[in-house]
């Protein structure tokens, strides 16, 4: 089968997995919840080293842990087979960190015999899907399936429901020190502020100073314009450094003659002269210099 006509499907079953494990079934009483496959020790449950997902808010998991004392897991956290009698899991982590802080001896799981693949997509998919990725968390695990299984920009795109320029812009915050990528990761800087930095000449030292100012993204855009502008001046200038002594004594004799900057480019034999004015007198100087020497 031709490999992204497989992803493609891969895909689509990726997301009926998740819609089947977010389907909740009637149960007695009225209350709303998914049926497990079964209830397993939670010390035989171990988190996916490769889950996406790094960030977990202490704050977040006291809530959910305080709900699961009351009404228990409704949500079984999804897991795949990991030794005798031992288990991995590919979605529900934050219900598992909870479950533990809530005191629980066994959790409801759903089993699922997956590869690292399929476990990695449907960790990514299910995140995705519920925005609990922060950018760099997301970035990461897209580089991860590229790196790793060969994916391009348009299959993630087609698996997890976004476009390949999202997934493109996404991929781009990787380019970003460490030290921006950790104020994205903590959330004192968001994707769009970021994203505008990543052409800057010093983007840990713009970050700080967006968090610093609060910067909204319209004005970091703009902090991050005006550097990119100042870089490709001193481009200019460093260029202009390096013409040849004699290039450089000839523009000085021309601008004392006409008292006018003069600007020449000499490049393999041909170039070009640039006269600066200020003024309609100074041009007209120009040209009647031009008109006596013909």
């Given amino acids: 089968m031709n490999d992204d006509v497989s992803k493609r499907r891969l895909g689509r079953g990726l997301a009926a997995l998740i819609g089947e494990m977010d389907q909740p079934v009637p149960v007695e009483g009225g209350a709303r919840s998914v049926n497990p496959d079964r209830m397993v020790p939670i010390e035989y449950v171990a988190r996916n080293p490769r889950n996406p997902r ?58 699922r015999d997956v590869d690292d693949r399929t ?40 698996i997890i429901g976004k476009s390949r320029s999202h997934v493109a812009n996404s991929l781009r915050l990787l380019k970003l020190p460490e030290p921006v990528r950790d104020m994205l990761s903590s959330g004192s800087l968001s994707a769009g502020h970021a994203r505008a930095l990543i052409t800057t000449s010093d983007p840990a030292a713009l970050a700080r100073t967006i968090v610093s100012k609060g910067m909204s993204v319209r004005d970091a855009e703009r902090l991050a314009q005006n550097d990119i502008k100042a870089q490709t001046e001193g481009a200019t200038v460093s260029k202009a450094e390096q013409k040849d002594s004699d290039t ?37 100087e120009i040209c009647r210099l031009l008109e006596r020497r013909q």
Avoid: M
């Fill in 54 to 111: 790094r960030n977990f808010d202490e704050g977040e998991l006291q809530d959910l842990a305080s709900s699961i004392r009351q009404h228990g897991i409704v949500q079984p956290v999804v897991v795949r087979p990991h030794g005798a009698d031992r288990f991995e899991i590919i979605a529900g982590e934050r219900r598992w960190r909870a479950a533990q802080l809530a005191g629980l001896v066994e959790i409801p799981v759903i089993v």
């Fill in 119 to 158: 476990a990695l997509e449907i960790a990514i998919v299910e995140n995705v899907q519920r925005s609990d990725l922060n950018p760099l968390e997301e970035a990461l695990g897209y580089e991860q399936l590229i790196a790793e299984h060969g994916y391009t920009q348009n299959d993630l795109g087609e």
């Fill in 248 to 284: 450089l004594a000839l523009e000085r004799t021309l601008t004392d003659s006409l008292g006018l900057e003069v600007k020449i480019n000499h490049k393999n034999g041909g170039g070009h002269v640039r006269i600066n004015y200020r003024t309609l007198d100074q041009l007209e």
